[in-house]
């Protein structure tokens, strides 16, 4: 038998989705759309968060949200009470959303005067954080009973995402939670990784992130309008 | 291991499989007897896990005798004060292993990429 060839390819397994993840991005710079991904483990609060979340921001920018969701569709009927448009991704056995699958969701939904969208990812800290969603911004969300080691844990979602949420700070003394230790363990995987600590039921730290979130999104149309008159001289 | 992260690596090694059909394809004649994987640890796939999932997925396919060799990719980053790449403490601990400075800006570890092939002719 004969010495095998060896040919490179240098692939990126994943390069479909880049791709696809690559046009959406294109497709909500071009229409104005800041999208907003949250992933999370199982109960970490992110609906409720999320639910919180849209109804603060309703008045002020026309949003959305997608969620995904492996059977149930009782996350997008809790976020339908915020009174914005909700679309369920039911993903079936798979344990995370990838880009296709939010293109397809869009498809003869999205509005077009939409102005901020939301995707709620499948509770999982493992899978999603090798998928690209076309997001301008990923949120990692833990709770207070999760422990303080989780972002030791789970170091590449913190790795992957841009701001940690600390949630239902509220039940902190309950249980003896190390908000310190926290932060530190964060830090330790992700250096200067933005943080905030939020309780929805208190409403403790909620309109911090609100002004974090409106920094960011005047800092993404700043960044368009620069490169519009860029295109213009 | 939890059949959730089973299922990630799974459609893993599926995108590999599509990724070497399709440039098996565009390289003409030959079996593909191994395929050569970079895979960072930030690339969020497990080895193991990925190696057992690809045994599944090339059943029933074409390149159901083919290998799947890993190679791991160390995390690389800049340190800013030491201004130079540096390997890290731990992936728990992103900090430089020279000068134990924080390290935000990673230059190496997320890769999960098919770097080549071997064909038989």
Known sequence: ??????????????????????????????????????????????????????????????????????????????????????????TGTVCHLEAEMIRNALDGWMDPELELLFIENVGNLVCPSSYDLGE????????????????????????????????????????????????????????????????VKTGDGMQQWMRLLESRIAESRAAQFNQVLEAKR | MTPIGAMHELSIAMSILDVVEEESIRHGEGRVAAIHLKLGPLSGVAKEALLAAFDLAREETPLKE???????????????????ERSVVSIQNMCCAVCASPTPEVLAGRELEVSAMELCQ
Do not use: W
């Open chain 1, 136 to 199: 301008n911004l990923r949120l990692v969300l833990m709770s207070v009973t999760e422990g303080e080691d989780k972002p030791l844990k789970y170091p590449t979602i913190y790795n992957t995402a841009d701001i940690a949420i600390i949630t239902k700070t509220d039940l902190a003394p309950a249980v003896e939670f190390d908000a310190a230790m926290a932060h530190t363990n964060i830090h330790s995987v992700r250096p200067g990784m933005e943080i905030l600590d939020v309780s």
């Open chain 2, 66 to 84: 083919c290998q799947l060799l890993i190679e791991e990719i160390p995390i690389v980053v800049y340190c800013p004060v030491c201004k130079t």
């Open chain 1, 1 to 90: 038998m004969k010495t095998p060839r060896l040919v490179e390819v240098r692939q990126r397994v994943l390069k479909q989705n880049d791709l696809i993840a690559r046009g959406l991005r294109q497709r909500f710079h071009e229409s104005g759309i800041y999208v907003v991904s949250l992933v999370s483990s199982p109960g970490s609060g992110k609906t409720a968060f999320l639910e919180q979340t849209l109804s603060m921001v309703r008045t002020r920018h026309r949003t959305a949200a997608l969620v995904g969701d492996l059977a149930t569709d009782n996350d997008a009927v809790r976020l339908a009470r915020s009174q914005v448009p909700v679309k369920q991704i039911t």
